[in-house]
T-cell receptor
Framework: GDSVTQMEGPVTLSEEAFLTINCTYTATGYPSLFWYVQYPGEGLQLLLKATKADDKGSNKGFEATYRKETTSFHLEKGSVQVSDSAVYFCALREGGSEKLVFGKGTKLTVNP | DGGITQSPKYLFRKEGQNVTLSCEQNLNHDAMYWYRQDPGQGLRLIYYSQIVNDFQKGDIAEGYSVSREKKESFPLTVTSAQKNPTAFYLC????????????????FGAGSRLTVL
């Protein structure tokens, strides 16, 4: 079945450091891909998405590119802030399905 | 403002008791979902509903039950049959995808934390 694999956390960075959180997926067709973010004590919020190969999703300085050849959707940000501290989830939805499949999440802590 | 309201935020239950978690949305979304979140496990789908009076089991439905009598409401009951119910429960809703790529953007509630004593 469909699955999403994220890099193990936690990730700890200093403010203004470069961030990469790896995400790879397994799917039978051509899924849509998503990154969600969860701030402490809250539900998840959509951060960005991409619906086809080579699409780049971006929001709040975060970017991720849909790479079909490597089945990846890595999340990047050039300069993180303390306020980016959260748990980040990669997810996919197979075409025709109403269900999202989530990765296990990666906790990011940014220190001043 | 439109959104999803989950209640209660915190709930304590004794073993052998059933408890019901409330989820209400005013986004006019057709589809609603319940996820369970455990540390290091990510989100696992319990039940989902695409339309009133219809719902489907997710990956971990055993020990849970739901109803969808109104479009706005999708309550989850955690029964005494659930072996390890202590977890963070998240309700979400979305428009139906209709097969449109990327259309299934979920809006989440703030969650309910259930602890079994």
């Amino acid at each position: 079945g469909d699955s999403v694999t994220q890099m193990e956390g936690p990730v700890t960075l200093s403010e203004e450091a470069f961030l990469t959180i790896n995400c790879t997926y397994t799917a039978t067709g051509y899924p849509s891909l998503f990154w969600y973010v969860q701030y402490p004590g809250e539900g998840l919020q959509l951060l960005l998405k991409a619906t086809k190969a080579d699409d780049k999703g971006s929001n709040k300085g975060f970017e991720a590119t849909y790479r079909k050849e490597t089945t990846s959707f890595h999340l990047e940000k050039g300069s993180v802030q303390v306020s980016d501290s959260a748990v980040y989830f990669c997810a996919l939805r197979e075409g025709g399905s109403e269900k999202l499949v989530f990765g296990k999440g990666t906790k990011l802590t940014v220190n001043p | 403002d439109g959104g999803i309201t989950q209640s209660p935020k915190y709930l304590f239950r004794k073993e052998g008791q059933n408890v019901t978690l409330s989820c209400e949305q005013n986004l006019n979304h057709d589809a609603m979902y319940w996820y369970r979140q455990d540390p290091g496990q990510g989100l696992r789908l319990i039940y989902y509903s695409q339309i009133v009076n219809d719902f489907q089991k997710g990956d971990i439905a055993e020990g849970y039950s739901v109803s969808r009598e109104k479009k706005e409401s999708f309550p989850l009951t955690v029964t005494s049959a659930q072996k390890n119910p202590t977890a963070f429960y998240l309700c979400a809703s979305s428009t139906r995808t209709g097969g449109v790529p990327g259309a299934n953007v979920l809006t989440f509630g703030a969650g309910s934390r259930l602890t079994v004593l």
